[in-house]
């Protein structure tokens, strides 16, 4: 089993920056792929960003240029740099691990959730206008 803890959330006003982090813990022998979905109230939950053990990475078009999903393999933890935050990312930000597989396997699952097999609790983040 892998478990994820996500920390870093919070309110910030329009045009600010926040930093999630995601930390794995357990069995993590081969997560190659890390991903950050989120959830706004009333909205299906959606993609952010994906990086795999090589560092690809890849964005949903509405957080290109203004998020960066990092990752520390040492520490086990991921991050996400989110900057000139805007209200529409207003949402519950949740890391997801998904075990084995390329990066075309995690590029896949970014796309389907339901392939990424460990999900954290979440962690909710504010922004206002």
């Known amino acids: 089993q892998v478990q994820l803890v996500e920390s870093g959330g919070g309110s910030v006003q329009a045009g600010g920056s926040l930093r999630l982090s995601c930390a794995a813990s357990g069995y993590t022998y081969r997560t190659n792929c890390m991903g950050w979905f989120r959830q706004a109230p009333g909205k299906e939950r959606e993609g952010v960003a994906v990086i795999n053990i090589g560092g690809s990475t890849a964005y949903a078009d509405s957080v290109k240029g203004r998020f960066t999903m990092s990752q520390d393999t040492a520490k086990n933890t991921v991050y996400l740099q989110m900057n000139s935050l805007k209200p529409e990312d207003t949402a519950t930000y949740y890391c997801?691990?998904?075990?084995?597989?390329?990066?075309?396997?995690?590029?896949?699952?970014?796309?389907?959730?339901?392939?990424?097999?460990?999900w954290g609790q979440g962690t909710q983040v504010t922004v206002s206008s």
């Open positions: 997801a691990a998904l075990r084995g597989g390329g990066w075309n396997i995690c590029l896949a699952a970014f796309q389907n959730e339901a392939d990424f097999g460990y």
